[in-house]
């Protein structure tokens, strides 16, 4: 069986070759999550690294929790990363949609505000946004294309876990360490014994679970 192509850094050193000064991969994680926040994470590396373990970066879903803690440190010390959240207040007021939107947003301020004149290029994991800038590409499956996409679902997906670990520890019942917050059929019972906590998305219409 032919093992699927594993991401790769041509995009970014194309780019780079170009004379653009960063390249930027960007990804979300906590999408479809029942609860807890959004999370993404914008990853750049240099146009001529080269670790042993640069060979392991894939798409976080295609990773062990282990691998992805491994990675994200690794990832972290050595590239250039930048993460940032959206509660889940925010979430129920505007919508995961507005919310996915405004992440991304978010990441492309703080970066270009770090680096001021220098020429930055953005590629973002998914559909097209309503993101007004020129120095944007939306790729779809971007995390399973380009290397510093993969890079920055690895570090988001990782950041995300811990959180939903710590919020565990808080809100018994719904298995959040191991389900993080995703629909599983174990957190739909568990809403249903338990009722919604303020971690949940209400505006995900998860009353029926609790009928």
Same mark, same amino acid.
């Given at each position: 069986?032919?093992?699927?192509?594993?991401?790769?850094?041509?995009?970014?050193?194309? @780019?780079l070759?170009?004379?653009?000064?960063?390249?930027?991969?960007?990804?979300?994680?906590?999408?479809?999550?029942?609860?807890?926040?959004?999370?993404?994470?914008?990853v750049?590396?240099?146009?001529?690294?080269?670790?042993?373990?640069?060979?392991?970066?894939?798409?976080?879903?295609?990773?062990?929790a282990?691998?992805?803690?491994?990675?994200?440190?690794?990832?972290i010390?050595?590239?250039?990363? @930048?993460?940032?959240?959206?509660?889940?207040?925010?979430i129920?007021?505007?919508?995961?949609?507005?919310?996915?939107?405004?992440?991304?947003?978010?990441?492309?301020?703080k970066?270009?505000?770090?680096l001021?004149?220098?020429k930055?290029?953005?590629?973002?994991?998914?559909?097209?946004?309503?993101?007004q800038?020129?120095?944007?590409?939306?790729?779809?499956?971007?995390?399973?294309?380009?290397?510093?996409v993969?890079?920055?679902?690895?570090?988001?997906?990782?950041?995300?876990?811990?959180?939903?670990?710590?919020?565990?520890?808080? @809100?018994?019942?719904?298995?959040?360490?191991?389900?993080?917050? @995703?629909?599983t059929?174990?957190?739909?019972?568990?809403?249903?014994?338990?009722?919604?906590?303020?971690?949940?998305?209400?505006?995900?219409d998860?009353?029926?679970?609790?009928?």
């Amino acid at each position: 069986m032919k093992k699927p192509k594993k991401p790769s850094y041509n995009l970014e050193k194309q @780019y780079l070759s170009s004379g653009i000064d960063y390249v930027f991969g960007i990804d979300e994680v906590g999408r479809g999550c029942f609860a807890g926040p959004l999370v993404a994470s914008a990853v750049c590396f240099d146009k001529k690294i080269k670790r042993k373990w640069f060979k392991d970066i894939n798409d976080s879903k295609q990773l062990t929790a282990k691998e992805r803690r491994r990675l994200s440190k690794l990832i972290i010390r050595h590239g250039s990363s @930048y993460t940032e959240t959206i509660d889940v207040e925010t979430i129920n007021k505007i919508g995961i949609g507005k919310a996915n939107t405004l992440i991304f947003k978010k990441l492309i301020k703080k970066i270009s505000n770090d680096l001021g004149k220098n020429k930055i290029q953005f590629l973002i994991d998914g559909n097209k946004k309503d993101i007004q800038i020129e120095n944007l590409e939306f790729i779809v499956k971007g995390d399973n294309k380009i290397i510093s996409v993969a890079a920055a679902s690895i570090v988001a997906k990782d950041h995300r876990d811990r959180i939903m670990r710590d919020l565990d520890k808080v @809100y018994k019942g719904y298995n959040l360490a191991k389900n993080k917050g @995703y629909g599983t059929k174990f957190h739909q019972e568990a809403i249903k014994k338990f009722g919604l906590s303020d971690i949940h998305r209400k505006s995900f219409d998860l009353q029926k679970f609790t009928q």
